[in-house]
């Protein structure tokens, strides 16, 4: 038996979220197969298998948060009952005597853990039937520091008495009472992980349902019928909770944990400055309306955010207060040399910033290419933890919401943050003089945050005019 531990997914994170099994308890797996998709605070990841063997035991259900290091999966590979220590562990020879530990590649995040491993309850096997509700566990269960043997329920030939199966001679424990009848279990949920992602979907709650297989174990059909006696029971049953019934809470974990963490953080560690303007964008939206006609951008799309990325990049140059970084433990302004550009994305799991590497080096068609990579990878759930770090300046259109504007809150490790507010027909004044005059105009409202220990109100403000000067007037981008 071989016990697969969750590895650190990248960037030293801590714990991760089991969302969806790839596999079930006797499964065939081969060696990198994906057997588990986990959700960290900065993305989804797909978690391949280093051992090829028969799947025994999945030892976390979907839902559960694990931490980095705990086992999640034991893999049978033909070798032996016992699980395999951990690396820095030393093995238990039966003589008692500890043998020189082997060591073993182990994937990042593998290590010492003070706790110790948790078991998930399962039934027990044939002529066991007194302990079918109680945990399964290996013959060596491991606390990552010292190993520590327990008791394993063992099948006895029909032929061989109890007395003969204990070699101390001593008499053990008679059977238990019969496994009672199928019926609402009162401990943990015995159910597959499919069919708890199909009691999900349905909206059944496992805890209530009868389970007609073995041991008490809930099938897809007893779901099936619990989400049709739901359904039958009346349209009320399955209104979703609104304001004035009742209180509905829902955990937060994954990236809407890291993202409240984050900008708490931010918000009561640097002194937020916000700035405003409102700016005629006609000449940005004409622009994009003729970049889309041309065939050499038909393969990507052409947004006010891409024409704002670019906008940025070139201001940056201009003003690199905002494209520096307050160094709290040294005391010192570091200003970055390349930008790496981040795109606050709306998922469905929460906000998500990944960014744009070396932004500040592409040309527009590379720039909208990577924008729209980032953006529908982040949609997907499939950004990597990499992209989600390292970032020196942001975007945020909130525009996309109908919203005018807003008063954004810095990304720690960054200086400044730029919103981009919705672009609608306004009446505006033109012209000069004699020939000033009101015309409908395409008009935005752009705020920008920054760090006043970095930036003052002097390079803020010049920051945000020479971007609100581009969009205005696009063809000024050659003069930089």
Not at 77 to 88: I, S
Not at 154 to 176: I, K, M, N, V, Y
Not at 349 to 374: C, F, K, W, Y
Request: include cysteine; glycine fraction near 10%.
């Amino acid at each position: 038996m071989k016990e697969f531990r969750l590895p650190d997914p990248g960037e030293g994170l801590v714990e991760a979220e089991i969302v969806t099994w790839r596999v079930a308890v006797g499964d065939e797996v081969k060696v990198n197969d994906i057997v588990v998709e986990v959700e960290t605070s900065k993305s989804l990841v797909e978690l391949p298998i280093p051992y090829a063997g028969t799947v025994s035991q999945l030892l976390h259900e979907e839902g559960e948060t694990v931490d980095v290091g705990s086992p999640i999966i034991v893999i049978d590979d033909g070798t032996g009952p016992a699980v395999e220590p951990a690396a820095d562990e030393p093995a238990v020879e039966s003589g008692g005597a500890t043998a020189a530990p082997e060591r073993v590649a182990n994937l990042v995040g593998y290590g010492p853990r003070a706790t110790e491993a948790r078991r998930r309850p399962r039934a027990g096997s044939a002529g066991t039937s007194g302990e079918a509700a109680g945990p399964v566990r290996d013959d060596v269960a491991t606390s990552f520091g010292q190993a520590q043997p327990v008791s394993r329920p063992t099948d006895l030939p029909q032929s061989l008495s109890r007395a003969q199966a204990d070699p101390s001679g001593e008499r053990l424990p008679d059977p238990g009472p019969p496994a009672k009848e199928p019926g609402i279990a009162s401990g943990p949920v015995l159910a597959k992980p499919p069919v708890r992602k199909l009691a999900k979907d349905l909206g059944v709650d496992l805890g209530q349902v009868i389970g007609s297989g073995d041991g008490g174990t809930i099938t897809r059909d007893d779901v099936a019928r619990a989400a049709d006696r739901s359904d039958r029971a009346g349209a009320a049953a399955a209104r979703p909770v609104t304001v004035g019934e009742q209180d509905h809470r829902v955990p937060v974990k994954g990236i809407r944990k890291h993202m409240a963490q984050a900008m708490v953080a931010s918000a009561f560690s640097a002194p937020h400055v916000t700035e405003w303007v409102t700016v005629d964008v006609t000449a940005t939206i004409e622009l994009i309306d003729r970049l889309k006609a041309r065939r050499d951008f038909r393969d990507v799309r052409v947004t006010p955010t891409l024409i704002a990325a670019k906008a940025v990049g070139l201001a940056l140059r201009e003003h690199p207060d905002l494209h520096a970084v307050f160094d709290e433990p040294a005391q010192e302004i570091v200003y970055r040399g390349r930008l790496n550009l981040g795109i606050a994305v709306a998922t469905d799991r929460g906000l998500m910033v990944p960014n744009i590497t070396d932004a500040g080096r592409l040309s527009l068609h590379e720039l909208a290419e990577q924008l729209d990579e980032l953006v529908d990878t982040a949609r997907s759930g499939r950004t990597p933890p990499a992209a989600m770090t390292g970032g020196t300046f942001t975007i945020t259109n909130v525009g996309v919401f109908g919203i005018d504007s807003g008063t954004p809150i810095i990304n720690p490790g960054e200086c400044g943050i730029l919103a981009l507010g919705a672009i609608a027909r306004r009446p505006w004044v033109v012209g000069t003089g004699a020939e000033e005059r009101i015309e409908p105009r395409w008009v935005t409202t752009l705020a920008v945050s920054f760090d006043h220990r970095v930036a003052d109100g002097a390079s803020g403000s010049a920051f945000l005019a020479t971007v609100a000067e581009l969009l205005a007037d696009p063809g000024l981008a050659l003069l930089r």
